[in-house]
């Protein structure tokens, strides 16, 4: 069955640090990949995609993330937070089928 | 235009009542999709509408009644609700599989659902 993977459930670092979230998945085949973001309250934000070609693919707001198809992951990565990137964090698979699966997310405190 | 909408963003209704969700899209996508997200957990699939038509229920309870009356809108239809049911009820549409850009999901603010 496919599935996906946030192993950190909780994550704080400093303003200015540096920042990677981790995600890995389970499908036979690539699957497209993705990575949201959710304000309190609020709907969620498409932060960048992953669907072929180039394994390192840039999105909104500074972030990054490198697919790995070997390890089965594809991380989320900022060079450097800002206080506004405090939010809870979904790394999502789509599927034929118009299938798709969230990870269980994970939370980001940014402390200045 | 990128957005989905949503209203009401708030909704309070009693356990006998019978409300509606409602969502739109003018992006041209022929995917819809409806989610339930409790505080601090990922969005459920609930939904999924593709040309109009219900390809997926997971497992809903029947208090719960999708509709989709053509590409552009998509309704949830609350009737006779528990209040376990209270959580944030999220709208997104999508490109279908074979299209540019299949699954990537343009998500609604959602409607903050509370069951008394």
């Known amino acids: 069955a496919q599935s996906v993977t946030q192993p950190d459930i909780h994550i704080t670092v400093s303003e200015g640090a540096s920042l990677e979230l981790r995600c890995n998945y389970s499908?036979?085949?690539?699957?497209?990949l993705f990575w949201y973001v959710q304000s309190p309250g609020q709907g969620l934000q498409l932060l960048l995609k992953?669907?072929?070609?180039?394994?390192l693919v840039q999105g909104i707001k500074g972030f990054e993330a490198e697919f790995k198809r070997s390890q089965s992951s594809f991380n989320l990565r900022k060079p450097s937070v800002h206080w506004s990137d405090a939010a809870e964090y979904f790394c999502?698979?789509?599927?034929?089928?118009?299938?798709?699966?969230f990870g269980t997310g994970t939370s980001l405190t940014v402390i200045p | 235009d990128t957005e989905v909408t949503q209203t009401p963003k708030h909704l309070v209704m009693g356990m006998t009542n019978k409300k509606s969700l409602k969502c739109e899209q003018h992006?041209?996508?022929?995917?819809m999709y409806w989610y339930k997200q409790k505080a601090k957990k990922p969005p459920e699939l609930m939904f999924v509408?593709?040309?109009?038509?219900?390809?997926i229920n997971e497992s809903v309870p029947s208090r719960f009644s999708p509709e989709c009356p053509n590409s552009s809108l998509l309704n949830l239809h609350l009737h006779a609700l528990q209040p376990e049911d209270s959580a944030l009820y999220l709208c997104?549409?999508?490109?279908?599989?074979?299209?540019?850009?299949?699954?990537?999901?343009?998500f609604g603010p959602g409607t903050r659902l509370t069951v008394t």
């Open positions: 992006m041209g996508h022929r995917a």
């Open positions: 999502a698979v789509g599927v034929s089928g118009n299938q798709f699966y």
């Open positions: 997104a549409s999508s490109q279908v599989g074979g299209q540019k850009s299949p699954y990537e999901q343009y």
């Open positions: 499908y036979g085949a690539t699957p497209y």
């Open positions: 992953y669907f072929s070609g180039d394994t």
């Open positions: 509408y593709s040309y109009e038509k219900l390809s």
